[in-house]
């Protein structure tokens, strides 16, 4: 397989992963850091969304450094930015968080830089 579709592959499992832990940790709420908080760690990382988030990051690792083993890494590590706008679209859709001009056009930007270092 190509080591860049290796790339997306890591890149989407990290997707799942941030959005499987927002989903968790909006269920639980806020985290404050006071005596509990070590209480509060254990619970969140208990939490099934959590732990899925976790098991997601790990696959991606897993399918990170084979891509490493196939791309060069000043081609690898810019792709990583493709998580940044399906995280966008991500958040957009199905978290219902505001879209704004600024992060359109920041998106817009990354797109351009992807496609210039891709070349």
Same mark, same amino acid.
């Given at each position: 397989?190509? $080591?860049?579709?290796?790339?997306? %592959? *890591? ?5 799942? $992963?941030?959005?499987?832990?927002? +989903?968790?940790?909006?269920? +639980?709420?806020?985290? /404050? ?7 509060? !760690? #254990?619970?969140? #990382? @208990? ?6 988030? !976790? #098991?997601?990051?790990?696959? *991606? =690792?897993? +399918?990170?450094?084979? =891509?490493? *083993?196939?791309? /060069?890494?000043?081609? =690898? ?5 493709? $998580? ?15 879209? $704004? ?5 920041? @998106?817009?930007? %990354?797109?351009?830089?992807?496609? #210039?270092? *891709?070349?």
């Amino acid at each position: 397989m190509d $080591g860049k579709y290796i790339v997306l %592959i *890591s890149i989407l499992f990290n997707v799942f $992963g941030q959005y499987s832990m927002k +989903f968790g940790m909006t269920k +639980f709420g806020v985290v /404050e850091f006071n005596k509990n908080i070590f209480i509060t !760690l #254990f619970k969140i #990382f @208990t939490l099934p969304h959590i732990l899925l988030g !976790l #098991f997601f990051y790990g696959i *991606s =690792a897993i +399918f990170w450094i084979i =891509a490493l *083993s196939k791309v /060069e890494l000043s081609v =690898a590590y810019p792709m990583l930015s493709i $998580g940044y706008i399906l995280i966008i679209l991500i958040s957009y859709f199905f978290l219902k968080e505001p879209l $704004g001009i600024y992060k359109i056009i920041g @998106t817009l930007l %990354i797109i351009c830089g992807i496609y #210039f270092v *891709s070349k």
